[in-house]
């Protein structure tokens, strides 16, 4: 078996070893590298040690009071704003809402300095002529009646064929 302390190594397999959550085969294996590993022995000793500690240890009863004394605690503590400004200079502790105040003022004085929008006009557009050769327009009248004659003879045609 590759030891666990190893970087390459699995050392959660030591954890899980003395918490109890390895299987029997994997369990069995541990248990024979850990009496030719010494560094892995020790790791392992002090996991067991703070299992132990920890199955041993009794927590301390709660009162039945406990709730209403925690909350009455919380309550005479204030908020975190009346603690900082108790916690400050009394010069300050008028200086914060003051200035507080002072900054509203002029985020005030800054939005109505500002002049009101005007709507802008929409711009106009104007078409655009561009001067056309007699050719250029005898070819497009030609492409158009080519076009003509082509949609009869179409319509011609499935008028045929449902026949």
């Known amino acids: 078996m590759k030891c666990p302390m190893e970087p390459d190594g699995n050392a959660g397999w030591l954890l899980d070893y003395e918490s109890g959550k390895l299987d029997t085969g994997t369990r069995a294996r541990l248990a024979e590298h850990l009496r030719d590993c010494a560094a892995c022995r020790e790791f392992s000793g002090g996991q067991h040690a703070v299992w132990e500690a920890l199955d041993a240890w009794e927590p301390a009863p709660v009162s039945m009071d406990f709730d209403r004394r925690?909350?009455?605690?919380?309550?005479?503590?204030?908020?975190?704003?009346?603690?900082?400004?108790?916690?400050?200079?009394?010069?300050?502790?008028?200086?914060?809402?003051?200035?507080?105040?002072?900054?509203?003022?002029?985020?005030?004085?800054?939005?109505?300095?500002?002049?009101?929008?005007?709507?802008?006009?929409?711009?106009?557009?104007?078409?655009?002529?561009?001067?056309?050769?007699?050719?250029?327009?005898?070819?497009?009248?030609?492409?158009?009646?080519?076009?003509?004659?082509f949609s009869n003879l179409v319509r011609v045609d499935n008028a045929n064929s449902k026949m």
């Not at 925690?70 to 309550?75: C, G, T």
């Open 70 to 149: 925690l909350y009455q605690r919380i309550e005479q503590q204030g908020s975190w704003w009346s603690r900082l400004l108790h916690s400050l200079n009394p010069v300050f502790r008028h200086a914060v809402p003051v200035g507080a105040a002072a900054g509203v003022v002029i985020m005030a004085g800054l939005m109505m300095d500002r002049p009101a929008a005007k709507p802008v006009a929409p711009v106009q557009e104007s078409a655009q002529v561009e001067p056309l050769q007699p050719d250029q327009v005898e070819h497009a009248v030609d492409d158009m009646q080519i076009l003509r004659d």
